[in-house]
């Protein structure tokens, strides 16, 4: 049976259970923007080829917005590649990036313009994320950034 590699177990550190806090940019999915809770519950899938996450914003103790993400490392092209999934109707949603130390970007090309995913991972314990948007690729703008605490 084949075995993961490095590059497949470097993936590890963004397994477990995540909690804090997030601050939303207005944007044209939230015009006002504001403070919202997220928790990331992620694990080791696929004997170690692959890492499940499934994602929960909250705010005032409502539910405003879930995902569900599969993160594999793609030998080939020599990138991490994560399938996302969210409540936002677009269905499958590739990203592809590269570590850079402790710190993931990800980016995507879609139906509604580019994003680009980063997650810095070099303060132990602590997973910063930010996610940015852009119509053209050249001129980003923040949607969210955040900073969740490990919490297992």
């Not at 917005?65 to 969210?86: I, K, P, S």
Request: net charge positive; charged share 25%; proline share 3%.
């Amino acid at each position: 049976m084949p075995k993961p590699t490095a590059d497949h177990k470097k993936l590890e550190k963004l397994a477990g259970i995540w909690q804090g806090t997030e601050t939303m940019y207005p944007s044209q999915w939230d015009p006002k923007g504001g403070k919202a809770d997220g928790t990331n519950r992620s694990r080791i899938a696929l004997a170690g080829f692959a890492i499940i996450s499934d994602y929960e914003q909250t705010r005032g103790g409502q539910r405003t917005y879930e995902g569900h993400g599969v993160y594999t490392w793609d030998t080939r092209a020599n990138q991490v590649v994560l399938h996302w999934y969210d409540a936002m109707g677009q269905g499958c949603e590739e990203f592809r990036g590269t570590w850079k130390g402790d710190v993931l970007t990800l980016t995507n090309k879609g139906q509604m313009g580019h994003a680009r995913l980063t997650y810095d991972l070099s303060k132990t314990g602590v997973m910063s994320s930010m996610m940015e948007t852009s119509q053209d690729g050249a001129k980003w703008t923040k949607m969210f950034d955040g900073s969740l605490k490990r919490k297992d």
